[in-house]
């Protein structure tokens, strides 16, 4: 069965903390991968794809390393408003997004 | 600005009753989505359809069945609700090709008593 897997967490951190997030997936003939943000009651939208060189996007890096099959995301300088759960997705040819059960993050003041 | 609607927003529907979840893109997609979440269980896929008229069971299709008449609408039947049917229904559609992401519906949150 394909699968991805995530630490659940929940993550609790200060304001201004660094933070990271794993991920492994089962498949290793999946082709696009992404992280998804899903807020409290909200529909999960997405955050980031993630690329083989890795890519940043202001405060968010994602990192892919296809040989161990391990995906991550890194969140530095923390804000309030970073609070959610974070969903791992891998996708194969042809299929659907399989996700991962989240990881939530909880950012205090 | 793209768009993925679901009929529903609450739905309480009871034991035994047949059920139907619509949604609706206006993005042109090829493919369409429709997953249930659970707690603890996260986004579980149901059926998928890459075009008209066509479908593939996801990971539980069980209890559930799909239509797709136009491109544009992809439909979840629940022939028979149960109580173990009661969840959140998440409808996604993206394009047939390309590195790209799945846009999402607002979610029907369907209680079956």
């Known amino acids: 069965r394909k699968e991805v897997e995530q630490d659940p967490g929940p993550f609790n951190v200060p304001e201004g903390a660094t933070v990271a997030f794993n991920c492994t997936y089962s498949n290793s003939a999946s082709q696009s991968f992404f992280w998804y943000r899903q807020d409290c009651r909200k529909e999960p939208k997405l955050l980031m794809s993630?690329?083989?060189s890795g890519n940043e996007d202001g405060r968010f890096t994602a990192q892919l390393n296809r040989a161990s099959q391990y995906i991550s995301l890194l969140i530095r300088d923390s804000k309030l408003s970073d609070s959610a759960t974070y969903l791992c997705v891998v996708k194969e040819a042809g299929t659907a997004l399989i996700f991962g059960k989240g990881t939530t993050l909880s950012v205090s003041s | 600005d793209v768009k993925v609607t679901q009929s529903s927003r609450y739905l309480v529907k009871r034991t035994g009753e047949k059920v139907f979840l619509e949604c609706v893109q206006d993005m042109d997609h090829e493919n369409m989505f429709w997953y249930r979440q659970d707690p603890g269980l996260g986004l579980r896929l149901i059926y998928f359809?890459?075009?008209?008229?066509?479908?593939e069971k996801g990971d539980i299709p069980e209890g559930y069945s799909v239509s797709r008449e136009k491109k544009e609408r992809f439909s979840l039947i629940l022939e028979s609700a149960s109580t173990n049917q009661t969840s959140m229904y998440l409808c996604?559609?993206?394009?047939?090709?390309?590195?790209?992401?799945?846009?999402f519906g607002q979610g029907t949150r369907l209680t079956v008593v």
């Open positions: 359809s890459y075009d008209v008229k066509m479908k």
């Open positions: 993630v690329y083989s």
């Open positions: 996604a559609s993206s394009p047939a090709t390309g590195n790209t992401e799945a846009f």
